[in-house]
């Protein structure tokens, strides 16, 4: 478990340097258009289709360690391609070298995550795993914020000693990234492997990949994966781009922004991590979807139809709620697949799952990137007007452009997914009410070891009273979800 945690870190470290908004401000200094932004984000999850083969290759090899070891280091190593790109090569260039490096990055990648996920499943106890990847990630996340902070003030100083050289800047992050990402292979070297069970039968492709689709909960659960990752990636991989290039933000601003979302994620994971374990992720989604989707509904407001008073305001509403919300929606995502997938046969299932989370999410930014530029000459508004005989006052309560449409549509598709989330069955799954209640409670306790200043409480206290006392849930229910966190 040691040696998992420190690799989340170093994992957490090359992501923070060599992805999100450094990657992207690293393209569109390149040059890159909106569809390559879009195809940015959606090559990681293309070549999450390898981990089909990548099934019989573990089965061939039967050790998943050393596939993992060796995938995840050539995959990792490709980044010295993205490195040289400001030294040895024009903008253009590089953008298809940068686009190439990421593929076989991911290729390889892709490999690696199969054999890590069936590997670690057989490594963990099963009712662990919510407490044991919420201490994970709440480790990485502080990690990730650190460096954020540090990456975000190099940034700037270096943008003020040597403006014309930005890209080298960048490049300096990411060979910072690779050598983490090297490192954290030492900590993969130290986890030990469970001895694979010998396979019953001859392995059958074609019924390795229909299994899962034979298990009705099963496949109740990729259908709401796959709408899910469709409605997510369909706008977040523009968020950056968005703030750069229609709100004009400045870089620093940007990263503060990540930095508070990750700092509210970090608070609730442990809330998060608890509901997991004691009561359902199905739970933990039926609330934290819900604030995920409403929180990208708000960016169509973030512009009315410029930038406005309320924009920096709104966005930080927005990146507080996104902190929260992602805090829940990782955590239960990528246990309920290791909780619904059979121990010892969870290979093909989590690589199904994979692979209808792989898909929708290499679709949606790639036809983000072509909403974005097909929408840029339309325009949706809608303006209230009070006219009186000595003024006339009109209010823009609406204003849709470029990228607003496909936040508006993924908001949409969330709806959807939210939906078919009432299909998935999971043992220990209780009333959103009820989760929403304890989750109140559970924040506020935590609000506590910040503050003891009781003026301060009461402000803070006032409107999660409001919620707490709107929802109708019977005594008996409340009383035994209390006992349970008792």
């Known amino acids: 478990m040691k040696a998992i945690i420190n690799d989340g870190i170093a994992s957490t470290a090359m992501g923070t340097l060599t992805s999100g908004t450094f990657l992207i401000a690293f393209a569109l200094l390149l040059g890159a258009s909106n569809f390559v932004i879009g195809l940015l984000a959606a090559i990681p999850s293309l070549l999450q289709l390898l981990q089909i083969p990548a099934i019989f290759l573990i089965e061939k090899i039967r050790n998943r360690k050393l596939i993992v070891v060796l995938s995840a280091a050539i995959s990792r190593l490709f980044w010295i391609l993205i490195i040289s790109i400001p030294f040895f090569f024009s903008a253009s260039i590089g953008v298809v070298i940068l686009l190439a490096a990421l593929i076989m990055n991911s290729a390889f990648g892709s490999i690696a995550g199969c054999s890590w996920n069936s590997w670690i499943r ?19 996340t502080v990690v990730g914020i650190f460096l954020n902070i540090a990456a975000a003030s190099f940034i700037d100083k270096w943008k003020s000693l040597f403006p014309n050289k930005m890209t080298t800047a960048y490049a300096i992050l990411f060979t910072v990234g690779l050598l983490a990402g090297l490192i954290g292979l030492l900590f993969i070297s130290k986890i ?79 809330i998060w991590g608890k509901f997991s374990d004691v009561l359902s992720n199905k739970s933990v989604l039926s609330v934290s979807g819900p604030i995920f989707i409403f929180s990208i509904l708000l960016w169509t407001f973030t512009t009315l139809p410029e930038k406005h008073r309320f924009t920096l305001p709104l966005l930080i509403g927005i990146y507080i709620l ?73 209010v823009e309560t609406l204003n849709f452009q470029s990228w607003d449409f496909f936040f508006a549509f993924a908001f949409i598709m969330g709806l959807y997914s939210l939906h078919r989330l009432a299909f998935i069955k999971e043992e220990g ?58």
Not at 122 to 140: C, H, Q, T, Y
Not at 211 to 234: D, G, Q, R, T
Not at 349 to 362: G, R, V
Not at 448 to 468: H, L, S, Y
Request: hydrophobic share 50%; net charge positive.
């Open 122 to 140: 057989d490594v963990l106890p099963e009712n662990k795993l919510g407490g044991f990847f919420s201490r994970r990630m709440r480790i990485a």
């Open 192 to 270: 030990p492997e469970p001895k694979m069970d010998p396979p019953k039968e001859k392995i059958n492709f074609f019924s390795v990949l229909s299994e899962p689709f034979k298990n009705e909960n099963f496949k109740n659960l990729m259908i709401f994966l796959c709408s899910w990752s469709f409605a997510i990636n369909l706008a977040t991989p523009f968020f950056t781009v968005y703030m750069l290039v229609r709100l004009n933000l400045e870089m620093s601003f940007i990263i503060f922004l990540s930095i508070l979302s990750q700092a509210v994620h970090l608070l609730f994971l442990k």
């Open 322 to 394: 996104m902190g929260i919300a992602t805090a829940g929606v990782n955590l239960a995502t990528g246990n309920i697949s290791f909780k619904l997938a059979p121990k010892g046969n969870a290979t093909s299932y989590l690589t199904a799952s994979n692979f209808a989370i792989a898909m929708a999410a290499s679709i949606a930014p790639i036809l983000g990137g072509r909403f974005a530029d097909f929408f840029t000459n339309y325009k949706l508004s809608w303006t209230l007007k009070w006219i009186t005989p000595a003024k006339e006052i009109a």
């Open 429 to 486: 799954e209780v009333e959103e009410a009820l989760v929403f209640q304890q989750l109140m409670i559970e924040t506020m306790d935590e609000i506590k070891n910040f503050t003891t200043v009781g003026g301060v409480k009461q402000v803070i206290d006032f409107p999660f009273a409001i919620f707490r006392y709107a929802k109708k849930t019977s005594k008996k229910s409340i009383h035994k979800i209390n006992r349970i966190f008792r």
